[in-house]
């Protein structure tokens, strides 16, 4: 997706976007295991794929770190891989909704609105740090739609939490990891769309004599 901005691709990330990469990851390695163990108690797929999404960005935030010191085209390489990540998560988590479908199990759900608040006010926290790096290139775009979309995850599971203690069923569990899955496979593709873009023109640069910041 291109950016929103009007100005050109910056060569460099901002700076403070290191320190705040460096946040978000500890903040993500913590959630995960925190909501691991809550997911494996409650028995919720919603709470068990949000973990697994704290995993996951806690390894894209690991491979921002590494090339955040390289020009365009490695970070557009990086972005890439976070974006096939992304919509690969997405898929992983549509399979285990259908597998729990043909189980039939209900998950418990005061664990899992308790754990969702307390993962919503950590992804909102980190959300609210990296705000400024949404309209960067396409590796800071990416960082900012993870945090962005686990905090609306976050909200999704305290919702189906309600609604499984409404409802005595399952489904709204299940319901909310079919959309977590969802967000997770668009926002892959559309960080995939921008990596596209900014390796075609890093390239672009090179083959024109340009800096050797951007190969």
Known sequence: MPCSCSGPEPRFPAPGFRRALWIALWVNLIMFFV???ASLQSGSVSLMADAIDFFGDSA??????????????WRGRAAMIKGITMAVFGTVVWARALWVVEQGTTPEPFTMGTIGLLALIAN???AFIL??????DSDMRSVWLCSRNDAISNLAVMAAALGVFGTGSAWPDLAVAAIMGTLAITAGI??????RQDIGDAKQASAGGASPEVR
């Open 35 to 37: 909501e691991g163990v």
């Open 60 to 73: 894209n935030y690991i491979l921002s770190l590494s090339v955040l010191s390289l020009g365009m085209l």
């Open 124 to 126: 909102v926290g980190v």
């Open 131 to 136: 705000f400024r790096f949404r309209d960067g």
């Open 190 to 195: 559309s960080v995939v769309l921008h990596a």
